[in-house]
């Protein structure tokens, strides 16, 4: 069935970084759309970067130049750098399919401290 594991999230202080880790299986990872996906408290659930099997990316407005996403198809892992972290984005965050989803990890908490 399908499963994605998220990691690499924790508390950190503003300006910092961090790198989350998404390890798919269950579905022919490489051939599809990825995206991570993040949600604060009392807050809908958003995309904030998406990635093509061939490459292709799109960033929300709120973290483009901060963070960068990347995968790697034969580990069936996706990453997501996160630079200059702010206050504004602690959530949860979760990696999936684009367009349809799959089921939902358990995500991986980001806290930054101001």
């Known amino acids: 069935q399908v499963q994605l594991v998220e990691s690499g999230g924790g508390l950190v202080q503003a300006g910092g970084s961090l790198r989350l880790s998404c390890v798919a299986s269950?579905?022919?990872?490489?051939?599809?759309?990825m995206g991570w996906y993040r949600q604060a408290p009392e807050k809908q659930r958003e995309l904030v970067a998406a990635?093509?099997?061939?490459?292709?990316?799109n960033y929300a407005d709120s973290v483009k130049g901060r963070f960068t996403i990347s995968r790697d198809n034969a580990k069936r892992t996706m990453y997501l750098q996160m630079n200059n972290l702010k206050p504004e984005d602690t959530a949860i965050y979760y990696c999936?399919?684009?367009?349809?989803?799959?089921?939902w990890g358990q995500g991986t908490q980001v806290t930054v401290s101001s």
């Open positions: 990635i093509t099997f061939g490459g292709s990316i």
């Open positions: 999936n399919t684009v367009g349809p989803t799959a089921s």
């Open positions: 269950g579905f022919p990872f490489s051939i599809v759309r």
